[in-house]
Each structure stands twice: as structure tokens, then as C-alpha cells.
């Protein structure tokens, strides 16, 4: 930890998506307050902003630093599908099971 305060751009991915323990919201904390109006941050998160509360057992440290990552903050919301939503298939109805044994045909016309 002794290095994030210092470097010039950190970037926190996905933000919120589990909740931080007691220690680690304190350590958040921390690093956040060290970087207040010093260097740049980027929050990425699935959550809205205000729930981003619930990520914190301690309500009023979730209130003082999220208030220092908002202040002068820009916000950017994404709207649109997901890119890790599952694909089809190609020739989805082409894809059948596996053969039988029986019907497989070796090269040179020869039978399983």
C-alpha cells in the first residue's frame, strides 16, 4: 500500500463488487485521502454512486471518502449490453451431436 498514494493515475476496477472488510475499507480510506486533490483516480463500478455506501461496514468513512473521490469528479455512465453476454453459436442449427461408432466413416471407405 505504501506506493498507491504516490503513483500518478490509479484505477480502481470494479468498485463495490464485493463488500470491503473492516480493515480494508480503513486502508481505502487511507489511500483515497492521500491522493485528495494530488492525483488522478479512476472508480469503475456496476453500482451507482450512492450505493456505493453499502461497500463499506463503516457508513460514515463510506461518507468522507466517497465524498473526496467525488468532489471535482467527473462522472461517465456506460449504457448498453454487456460485452461478456454469451454469443450464439455459428451455424447453430447445423451443430448436431456425436456420431455413432457404427456410422462413422473412415478415410478410404473402410467401417468402424
Request: net charge neutral.
Amino acid at each position: 500500500m505504501p506506493r498507491l498514494p504516490g503513483v500518478d493515475l490509479l484505477i480502481v476496477d470494479d468498485f463495490g463488487l464485493k463488500p470491503l472488510r473492516p480493515s480494508q475499507d480503513e486502508d481505502f480510506h487511507d489511500v483515497i485521502s492521500e491522493r485528495y486533490e494530488k492525483k488522478s483516480t479512476i472508480v469503475t463500478s456496476n453500482l451507482d454512486t450512492p450505493e456505493w455506501t453499502d461497500a463499506f461496514p463503516n457508513r460514515i468513512l463510506a461518507e468522507a471518502t466517497i465524498d473526496r473521490l467525488r468532489h471535482g469528479a467527473y462522472t461517465v455512465v456506460l449504457e448498453g449490453k454487456s460485452y461478456r453476454c454469451p454469443r450464439p453459436a455459428a451455424n447453430a442449427s447445423k451443430i448436431t451431436g456425436p456420431k455413432s461408432p457404427k456410422n462413422d466413416t473412415l478415410k478410404g471407405g473402410e467401417k468402424h
